[in-house]
C-alpha cells in the first residue's frame, strides 16, 4: 500500500521558517514527479513547488525565492524549505506524487496523496 506522510507543520511568526518533509512508503518515487501542494479555508488547493524525476523544480510566483523544493531519492523523501513566511502562507499542505516523470501544476494529475499537515503563519 503506497503512503504519502507529510510532517514539519506548525504554528510559525511571519518572516519564520518552517521545513515540511514528505516520506514515500509502499513503492519507490525516484524515477517520479512529486509535487507540494495547498489549501486555505474556502479556497480550491493550489499547486506551491513540483520536482521531476531528475529534480528539475518549478514554483508558485506566489512562493518563488521563498521555498525551496528537494528530493532525497536514498531515502524516498521530498521536503519543502518555507522561508519567510506570510500570513497568506497559512494552509493545510499536501505532499503528492505522480506517475510522470515530470512536476505538473495541476492536482487532478497526481494520483498519490498524503493527508496533509497544517501550516499556520501569525502577523
Known amino acids: 500500500q503506497v503512503q504519502l506522510v507529510e510532517s514539519g507543520g506548525g504554528l510559525v511568526q511571519a518572516g519564520g521558517s518552517l521545513r515540511l518533509s514528505c516520506a514515500a512508503s509502499?513503492?519507490?518515487?525516484?524515477?517520479?514527479?512529486m509535487g507540494w501542494f495547498r489549501q486555505a479555508p474556502e479556497k480550491e488547493r493550489e499547486f506551491v513547488a513540483g520536482?521531476?524525476?531528475?529534480?528539475?523544480?518549478y514554483y508558485a510566483d506566489s512562493v518563488k525565492g521563498r521555498f525551496t523544493i528537494s528530493r532525497d531519492n536514498a531515502k524516498n523523501t521530498m521536503f519543502l524549505q518555507m522561508n519567510s513566511l506570510k500570513p497568506e502562507d497559512t494552509a493545510v499542505y499536501y505532499c503528492?506524487?505522480?506517475?510522470?516523470?515530470?512536476?505538473?501544476?495541476?492536482?487532478?494529475?497526481?494520483?498519490?496523496w498524503g493527508q496533509g499537515t497544517q501550516v499556520t503563519v501569525s502577523s
Open positions: 520536482i521531476g524525476w531528475r529534480s528539475g523544480t
Open positions: 503528492a506524487a505522480r506517475s510522470a516523470l515530470g512536476a505538473s501544476p495541476q492536482p487532478k494529475e497526481y494520483e498519490y
Open positions: 509502499g513503492r519507490t518515487f525516484s524515477r517520479n514527479a
